[in-house]
């Protein structure tokens, strides 16, 4: 079945610093990805629509310039948490469907921001 | 902000019982409806998808959409402790490919 996968699993990085998470789709091209943000015991969360060759579509309330998302080919989004806060520690999800197939997950990131 | 709701529980039930997860929408319009299944710590896995009105039956697990009374549900028979999960319901947004998520049940299956 369709693999979605997602990489690093789990950064720690310092407070100000950029964080660059990739998300792939490894047998199935994917026009489209999403990327999610869940904070513990909350459900999912959209954070932008990844749109491959155009601007990404943010949801209410997401800072674009804070959360940067670049998808430059049908298999690869990624996600660049700019001048990362302690607030932004999280479980980021990316996921991804093609043609007639539902969603599927990556594994997700584990970020934590000191 | 369209919605989809589910009792947080928790919901504990007896190895080899059923489990019966519930889950109500209030975008008329959604088409698509999934369960997805979440461990702590991990990604969300897709269970079941269902698109029209009725059951939806795929091994141990039932899905039923009543698209009238905006609700669908999820049957899990002869649970296992490794059904023990977070367990989410995800609706599509009316008309595009964004899912809205519930903030899920959590089932716990007692040895």
């Known amino acids: 079945g369709a693999v979605v996968s997602q990489h690093p699993s789990w950064v720690i990085c310092k407070s100000g610093t950029s964080v660059k998470i990739e998300c792939r789709s490894l047998d199935f091209q994917a026009t489209t990805m999403f990327w999610y943000r869940q904070f513990p015991k909350q459900s999912l969360m959209l954070m932008a629509t990844?749109?491959?060759?155009?601007?990404?579509?943010?949801e209410q309330g997401v800072e674009k310039d804070k959360f940067l998302i670049n998808h430059a080919s049908l298999t690869l989004s990624t996600l660049t948490v700019t001048s990362a806060h302690p607030e932004d520690s999280s479980f980021y999800i990316c996921?991804?469907?093609?043609?007639?197939?539902?969603?599927?997950f990556g594994n997700g990131t584990r970020l934590t921001v000191t | 902000q369209k919605e989809v709701e589910q009792n947080s529980g928790p919901l504990s039930v007896p190895e080899g019982a059923i489990a019966s997860l519930n889950c109500t929408y209030s975008d008329r319009v959604s088409q698509s409806f999934f369960w997805y299944r979440q461990y702590s710590g991990k990604s969300p896995e897709l269970i079941m998808s269902i698109y029209s009105n009725g059951d939806k039956e795929d091994g141990r697990f039932t899905a039923q959409l009543n698209k009238a009374s905006q609700y669908v549900s999820l049957l899990i028979r002869d649970s296992q402790p490794s059904d023990s999960a977070t367990y989410l319901c995800?609706?599509?947004?009316?008309?595009?490919?964004?899912?809205?998520f519930g903030k899920g049940t959590k089932l716990t299956v007692n040895p």
């Open positions: 996921s991804a469907r093609g043609i007639l197939s539902p969603l599927h």
């Open positions: 995800a609706v599509n947004q009316g008309g595009s490919e964004k899912l809205v």
């Open positions: 990844s749109n491959e060759g155009s601007k990404a579509t943010y």
